[in-house]
T-cell receptor, first 114, second 113 residues
Framework: IAGITQAPTSQILAAGRRMTLRCTQD?????MYWYRQDLGLGLRLIHY???????GKGEVPDGYSVSRANTDDFPLTLASAVPSQTSVYFC?????????????FGSGTQLSVL | QKEVEQNSGPLSVPEGAIASLNCTYS??????FFWYRQYSGKSPELIMF????GDKEDGRFTAQLNKASQYVSLLIRDSQPSDSATYLC?????????????FGPGTSLSVIP
């Protein structure tokens, strides 16, 4: 049982480089999310997708892009990384029924931009 | 006004005491709420989901929801050192409509042995 898989686990990146963080789920959940978490702070929503083919902006979308070509994959791309994007990135998927909801989180990607 | 606010921490309680964590939200359309616990260096994990006004109990945890006041709380009875973590709340539109999920800034709890 995999759940949500994020890759890489950690990455050191030179400023200006392009980077794609991968997120894959095997639970067939419609909704997926990308959050960043800076040291000692809460989760901030970057982008989300309610279903394959659709995406939306969260609280801090600038400098990031996403795509949702299918249900399982939701990659996050930094087109030209900057040091302020140093953070831990969490991907999540969501189950939703009339009386129950849950976000399932991946194990996170630690990204350092130098 | 921020979408979701939580009582500022860090919050310290002695072992065995009741820890009270609060969360207020601005969107009156919110119908349900998550409480997540996050240990340092780990992913958040769900400890409570509540969608009805009133109380919901699960072991030592009780969530209290008041939609009229736009307020949800989490009480931890008989606090243990293992409860030391950051607690995050997030409202949701609920029902069958997906929407973005915005978390509060979190409250850091420290249970002192």
């Amino acid at each position: 049982i995999a759940g949500i898989t994020q890759a890489p686990t950690s990455q050191i990146l030179a400023a200006g480089r392009r980077m794609t963080l991968r997120c894959t789920q095997d639970m067939r959940h419609n909704a997926m999310y990308w959050y960043r978490q800076d040291l000692g702070l809460g989760l901030r929503l970057i982008h989300y997708s309610n279903t394959a083919g659709t995406t939306g902006k969260g609280e801090v979308p600038d400098g990031y892009s996403v795509s949702r070509a299918n249900t399982d994959d939701f990659p996050l791309t930094l087109a030209s990384a900057v040091p302020s994007q140093t953070s831990v990135y969490f991907c999540a998927s969501r189950i939703l029924t009339a009386t129950n909801e849950k976000l399932f989180f991946g194990s996170g990607t630690q990204l350092s931009v130098l | 006004q921020k979408e979701v606010e939580q009582n500022s921490g860090p919050l310290s309680v002695p072992e065995g005491a009741i820890a009270s964590l609060n969360c207020t939200y601005s969107d009156r359309g919110s119908q349900s709420f998550f409480w997540y616990r996050q240990y340092s260096g780990k992913s958040p994990e769900l400890i409570m989901f509540i969608y009805s006004n009133g109380d919901k109990e699960d072991g030592r945890f009780t969530a209290q929801l008041n939609k009229a006041s736009q307020y949800v709380s989490l009480l931890i009875r008989d606090s243990q050192p293992s409860d030391s973590a950051t607690y995050l709340c997030a409202p949701s539109k609920g029902g069958t409509s997906y929407d973005k999920v915005i978390f509060g800034p979190g409250t850091s709890l420290s249970v002192i042995p």
